[in-house]
């Protein structure tokens, strides 16, 4: 997950990771519920900034379309959803809007 983030100050040689392959990365891993969990909670975070719990919703947003299990996407959008109330106001209302 940490690849995806916006640091201050990385190291010359520091990678940052495409969220659409991350999506699909975590979608194929056998850990994907723990990763989740942690996403979820990232993007729950108030000490997290908004730009990086940003990035981590739509890395959420594309490991659940990777998931092949429609019952499954159909939980994670409504525990997206949960955790995106946590947003401050001015990202939530719009997010939730758009939905």
């Known amino acids: ?3 995806s983030l916006i ?3 990385p190291c ?3 990678y940052f990771g495409s969220i659409a392959r991350l999506g699909k990365a975590i979608s194929e891993a056998k850990i994907s519920s723990k ?3 942690k996403m979820l ?3 729950s975070d108030n000490q997290l900034d908004d730009y990086n719990r940003m990035l981590i919703y739509y890395l ?3 490991y659940n379309n990777n998931i092949d299990d429609k019952e499954k996407q159909t939980e994670n959008h409504d525990k997206l959803l949960i955790a995106v109330r946590c947003l401050p106001i001015y990202l939530s209302t719009k997010i939730i809007a758009g939905k």
């Open 1 to 3: 997950i940490g690849i």
């Open 7 to 9: 640091i201050d100050n």
């Open 12 to 14: 010359n040689n520091h």
């Open 35 to 37: 990763i989740e969990s």
């Open 41 to 43: 909670q990232m993007i």
């Open 60 to 62: 959420f947003l594309n």
